[in-house]
Structure formats: structure tokens, C-alpha cells
């Protein structure tokens, strides 16, 4: 039996961006633009990780060096550590070198901007346009929230990548030898930044959906093959099974409580933002979709939104570095749960969705680019490229009049100096 075509979705006949039609095209160049202002926010240098990052990345290139201790520290040299994001550094400075700062920002954006894509491509296939742009909308807050120059924009991208091989793979929308690229991407991934192991865990949940669902003994098996693959690529790193092991390990040797490690509702409770209540919001849409989902005994046909909804919404909400990873796949696994129940509606209902989401998503769009709209909008005032302004006075002064003595440094400040005073006067 043909199955219907889901309204809005992609058409053999498309051909502008995803298969979209022209006016679905235009509208995502404009979202696109939104995005792009989210991200293009030039640099608050002294409370950034990114000097330290540069600093590692020249350490490695002129001494093919990578720091196994608390390298930088006066305290505590020679204490033990695992420096899993090297890889990282390594790009930013070659990158610094030819581009500085300005080059660094334009990076940033674009890794963003190609992971967003994946994930949007994803869920335009599965829910259709008006769907993923209302979501989108919603999640864009979640996924802005960390706009800074981190390591991290790596295991977005890679998480987008991941998700945008697997799915259409249970699908029999993607060819079995392309799974093959996955280890080779873990191989880099591993060795940029902790959340590598998002990359096993991904494959793995696919592997489970495969037992529970179509129990299709090829794909299990290439499936299988690809995830001791990618384990093992992951000990492709200087560090080896300990590097492997980091991410379980790493949150016991905090001096102090980072703030982006604790959950929405310590933060609320100190940092009265509308963002957590929003977060809040995102994580009730995925609940009632998934509640939904149960209650109409599909929860097999989508375990896997299911299972990533709650994983990455638990992780999310205990802990407020994980909202990006959260908002990416809310856009396509809210909206497949959302769309069915939209699909299972009455006719009048179905044939006006469409329609409400895509005039609702629009506004949604005017108010965030109208700047007036808090944390819904991009912060124009620091929007550009490169350092924010007078960003590198306080370290001119203090090497211009060459102040003695160390200086009491935390994790906010600590990479400033380790970028401007290492290793004369650090």
C-alpha cells in the first residue's frame, strides 16, 4: 500500500535546499540569518577557555607537546590530568595564526551553523517543514545558549552527523558501507573532546532499536561491527584506555562547583532567567510527546526518539552545558511524536496544523530578530567578529609595568592569563 505523503514533506520534484520548495527555501535562509546572529558574537576574552585552548595548540605545534599535568598551574604542577580536547587546541591556534580571533568567530559559526543543517535536514525528511521550523524555533534559545568558542561545537557536529548516518540507516535510506565513515570520525572526535562518547552510546541505542524492531540480522551485525570500531578508535588517543575512560571519571576532581555543570533548578533559584523556564517548557513538549506516544502503545515504533528524548532531557536539566545537545534533537524526535499526533487528528485539524505552525514559527521569528525579545533574540550589541573591545587592556597593563608575584586565578580567568603571561611571567 502507498503510503500517503505527509504534507509539507520533501518531493522527488524539489529542487532547491533538502528538496524544499522555493518559498520553504526562503524561509530557511531567513532562519539561517537568525541562527547566524546567535552565534556571530565576538569574543568576552577574559573569562573564556579559548586562550588556554591556543596556548595548548602552540605548545603541541612548536614541541609537539600535550600537557599530562596541571601544566599551567603554580599550586599544583605536576598533578595529574587528562588534556582530552588537545586536538581542539590544535585547530584554534593554526587557525589563530592565519585568521586570528576574527577567523576563530567565522569557525565557530559555520561548525553551528553544518550541524544545525544535519539535524534540520533530518526532521524536514521525518516531520515535514512546517514542524521542524516551529521546533526549531523552540529549541533555537537551548542551542544559542552556549555560543562561546568551546571544544564542544565538535560533538554537535559530530552528534548531528551520527544521527543524520543512523536514522535514515534504519530507514534503508543509507547504504551500508557508509557507516563506515563513524569510526573514522570517532578517530577525530575522541581526541577533540570529552563528549565522545555520545558517538558509542548513539550507534549502541540503534543497535537496541534493531532487537526490539525489525531484528534484521545484516544491519545488527554492520551495526555491531561499526561500534567495536568506534570503542577502539576510541583509544586512538595520547592518553589511551585512561583518555578513554575520562568522561565517567573527570567531574571528581572539581576544586569547586562550576556553574555549568549544575542543574536548571539550582540555577533558577540563583539566576532568576526566562531561559530555564523555557528549558522547562522544551522538556514538558517532549514529555507530552513521549507520554502521548505511550499511551497509544507506539512506544516500540519510537523507542529511539523516546529513549534520546530522555537521555539528553535528563542531562539537560541536571546539568546546563548540556542544553545544546538537548535542543538538537528535540527538533527532529519532538517533532516525529508531535507529528503523529498531528497525523492521528481529524481531517480539518491535520490540513490546518500546517498552517498554524508555520504562522506561529514566523512570528516566532519576527520577534526574535526584532532584538526586543530577551534571551528569545541574539544579543546585537556583541554581534561581530573577533575580541570584545579593550578585551586585552588588563594584561597589557600588567606586563607594561611588569607587576611582580603570582596571580590568584580561577577556571574564569585562568586561561586569560595562561594566553598572555605564559610562560614569562605564569
Avoid at 516500540?300 to 538537548?326: D, E, Q
Avoid at 490540513?351 to 521569528?365: D, N, S, V, W
Avoid at 530577551?374 to 567578529?385: C, D, E, I, R, T
Avoid at 570584545?388 to 600588567?398: H, T, V
Amino acid at each position: 500500500m502507498k503510503q500517503k505523503e505527509r504534507k509539507g514533506a520533501p518531493t522527488k520534484s524539489s529542487s532547491t535546499i533538502f528538496g524544499m520548495r522555493p518559498r520553504e527555501a526562503f524561509v530557511f535562509l531567513l532562519l539561517l540569518v537568525l541562527v547566524t546572529l546567535f552565534y556571530t558574537q565576538q569574543i568576552n576574552f577574559v573569562v573564556a577557555d579559548l586562550g588556554r585552548h591556543i596556548q595548548n595548540g602552540e605548545l603541541f605545534i612548536n614541541s609537539l607537546t600535550i600537557p599530562s599535568t596541571n601544566f599551567y598551574s603554580y599550586t599544583n604542577s605536576y598533578f595529574s590530568t587528562v588534556t582530552h580536547h588537545w586536538g581542539s587546541g590544535v585547530i584554534y591556534y593554526c587557525l589563530w595564526y592565519l585568521a586570528e580571533f576574527e577567523g576563530l568567530t567565522m569557525l565557530n559559526v559555520a561548525l553551528y551553523l553544518i550541524a544545525f543543517c544535519f539535524i534540520f535536514s533530518l526532521s524536514y525528511r521525518l516531520n515535514g517543514f512546517s514542524t521542524t521550523l516551529l521546533l526549531s524555533l523552540l529549541a533555537l534559545p537551548l542551542l544559542a545558549s552556549r555560543p562561546e568558542i568551546r571544544p564542544e561545537v565538535f560533538s554537535y557536529l559530530f552528534i548531528s552527523i551520527y544521527i543524520w548516518f543512523l536514522y535514515p540507516f534504519k530507514q534503508g535510506l543509507m547504504r551500508y558501507w557508509s557507516l563506515a565513515l563513524l569510526p573514522f570520525l570517532q578517530l577525530l572526535w575522541v581526541n577533540l573532546h570529552l563528549f565522545f562518547v555520545m558517538g558509542p552510546f548513539l550507534i549502541g541505542v540503534f543497535i537496541v532499536d534493531q532487537f526490539i524492531n525489525e531484528k534484521n540480522g545484516s544491519k545488527i551485525k554492520a551495526l555491531v561491527y561499526v561500534l567495536i570500531a568506534s570503542i577502539l578508535a576510541c583509544l586512538a588517543n595520547p592518553f589511551g584506555l585512561k583518555g578513554l575512560l575520562e568522561p565517567f571519571l573527570i567531574f571528581r576532581e572539581y576544586g569547586y562547583m562550576i556553574a555549568e555543570n549544575q542543574s536548571v533548578l539550582f540555577m533558577q533559584d540563583r539566576f532568576n532567567k526566562l531561559l530555564y523556564y523555557h528549558v522547562e517548557i522544551t522538556l514538558l513538549i517532549a514529555l507530552f510527546s513521549i507520554v502521548y506516544v505511550i499511551y497509544r502503545r507506539k512506544y516500540h515504533k519510537y523507542f529511539i526518539s523516546i529513549l534520546l528524548l530522555v537521555v539528553y532531557g535528563v542531562l539537560a536539566f541536571i546539568m546546563i552545558r548540556n542544553f545544546p545537545m538537548f535542543g538538537l534533537l528535540f527538533i527532529p524526535f519532538a517533532g516525529q511524536q508531535l507529528q503523529d499526533w498531528v497525523d492521528s487528528g481529524k481531517y480539518t485539524f491535520r490540513k490546518r496544523f500546517p498552517q498554524a505552525a508555520l504562522g506561529l514559527a514566523i512570528f516566532l521569528m519576527i520577534i526574535s530578530a526584532s532584538g526586543r525579545a530577551g534571551y528569545l533574540s541574539p544579543n546585537y550589541q556583541a554581534v561581530g567578529l573577533g575580541l570584545l573591545p579593550n578585551s586585552n587592556k588588563a594584561a597589557r597593563f600588567y606586563q607594561q609595568y611588569n607587576l611582580p608575584g603570582k596571580i590568584f586565578n580561577n577556571y574564569d580567568i585562568g586561561s586569560y592569563l595562561t594566553y598572555h603571561l605564559y610562560p614569562d611571567l605564569l
